[in-house]
């Protein structure tokens, strides 16, 4: 028997990627490999629904790989566990659409798939779908089916081609520095393609100058955020997504930070965060080391400043500091929580903190949406809801996942609604953390007669 490592996506045993070859069969084994159903979130120290004192947790972005293959593995052994313009990156029209391979047998599903820092395996399609939603496939990643003579990027393939980021403005505006676009972040892969596939269909969405939906098995809740992506340094952007601009005191500032290398070198860089308490920890995850024409997503908490009122966290490169180049409000975007600075590379995000009679009004519309969830189980005498697809959620895991999509910014929009009474509202955000976790499109639906 042959044991090669090839590839780590972090320190320890449970990330390593593994060719095992003994005389009857060859096997990779590689814990990163995403699963379409049934994902299950492994609260981590670097995870979770509260990165704790702004620690990081990130997809993507691997170290390069000790040894690669030369040939296919005959099999992959999976493990539960979050984990110049190339074609169809912008430069031309790409696939728009494909359909989602479920449970196929045989090589009808089956892709063999070749990365930079990815060893030769094949995989099932789903699999290289839920690869590509985590940023592990790269835009210049090839796909072929077995027994196909030669090799096609998987961004082409109408089959992924949407499950990648669309990066539409280096085809309109490749100088731009500071572009609009569409974000969904979920800890679904199945509500992610879905997403995916609904953004890649409407011609509203291919007009803007990105869009990605991103399968971040660690993020708490799922979320859509208009958003902005800022070029840091040449060829390499950052897209801030806030998980919610309004926080009670003594909370934390989430913030998604999706990093594109959009260039056919490989770069590694470092963002500098000021006006608010950063650990070492926080620091050493704010860097950034991607391959050519690749992307991921990081996660970092910050704590929320103590006082009530709008606060400020400034965003800049190492360099800049190392210049002693000062951050200067120009205006607020129409974002509503980022300001860019033009020509220092830096942005700010802008968060408010609630007063405590606020923050306690916040607390009691909480507490009063999930008494008003609950009862819809013991009002249908249900202990489970039906998804789209027939699959029954457990009332606990209903509950706890409802829970931590109630963040204070939600509240607060919900609470501002004049057009709902309260009951109503509540019902609008159970409604609303259905759909998006579990393709559920009414309440109805979810508690169906029997």
Not at 360 to 377: C, G
Not at 401 to 407: H, I, R, T
Not at 424 to 435: G, I, N, T
Request: charged share 20%.
């Amino acid at each position: 028997m042959r044991i090669t490592p090839l590839a780590a996506d972090s320190l320890g045993a449970r990330s390593m990627a593994t060719l095992v070859e003994t005389p009857d069969v060859t096997i990779l084994i590689d814990p990163g490999v995403p699963h379409l159903h049934g994902q299950r979130r492994v609260d981590r120290a670097h995870g979770g629904a509260r990165v704790p004192q702004g620690e990081a947790t990130s997809l993507g972005g691997l170290r390069p790989p000790v040894a690669a293959p030369s040939e296919p593995a005959e099999g992959t052994i999976k493990v539960r566990r979050p984990h110049p313009l190339p074609p169809g990156v912008g430069g031309e029209e790409r696939p728009r659409e494909g359909p989602v391979v479920e449970g196929a047998e045989g090589h009808e599903g089956i892709w063999e798939v070749n990365d930079v820092d990815i060893p030769l395996a094949r995989l099932p399609a789903e699999h290289v779908l839920g690869l590509a939603c985590q940023g592990r496939l790269g835009f210049h990643s090839q796909v072929r089916r077995p027994g196909e003579p030669t090799w096609t990027r998987a961004i082409q393939r109408p089959e992924f081609g949407y499950g990648f980021p669309h990066l539409n403005w280096l085809r309109t505006n490749p100088k731009a520095e500071e572009v609009a676009g569409v974000a969904v972040v979920s800890p679904d892969l199945g509500r992610t393609l879905y997403f995916a596939r609904k953004a890649a269909s409407n011609p509203e969405v291919g007009k803007l100058g990105f869009w990605f939906a991103a399968h971040v098995p660690w993020a708490a809740a799922p979320l859509r955020r208009n958003a902005r992506l800022f070029q840091m340094w040449y060829g390499f952007y950052l897209a801030p997504i806030v998980e919610s601009a309004i926080v009670k005191p003594g909370g934390w500032v989430n913030v998604y930070m999706a990093a594109f290398n959009a260039t056919d070198k490989p770069q590694q860089h470092a963002v500098v965060a000021t006006d608010t308490a950063v650990s070492v920890e926080a620091e050493r995850n704010l860097m950034f080391a991607l391959g050519p024409w690749k992307w991921t997503v990081q996660g970092v908490s910050f704590p929320a400043d103590p006082s009530p009122g709008w606060h400020q966290i400034g965003f800049h490169s190492a360099s800049a500091e190392a210049r002693g180049a000062t951050a200067l409000a120009v205006g607020v975007l129409t974002l509503g929580s980022l300001i860019y600075v033009p020509g220092i590379k830096s942005f700010v995000l802008q968060y408010g903190v609630l007063t405590p009679e606020n923050a306690k009004t916040v607390t009691t519309w909480e507490a009063d949406a999930m008494d008003a969830a609950a009862r819809h189980f013991s009002d249908h005498g249900a202990d489970s809801i039906v998804t789209a697809k027939g699959e029954r959620v457990p009332k606990e895991v209903v509950l706890k996942g409802f829970g931590k999509y109630l963040v204070p910014g939600r509240v607060v929009k919900a609470i501002e609604d004049k057009e709902r009474k309260p009951e109503e509202s509540m019902d609008h955000l159970l409604a609303a953390f259905l759909f998006d976790s579990f393709g559920v499109t009414s309440l109805d639906k979810a508690f169906p007669v029997t």
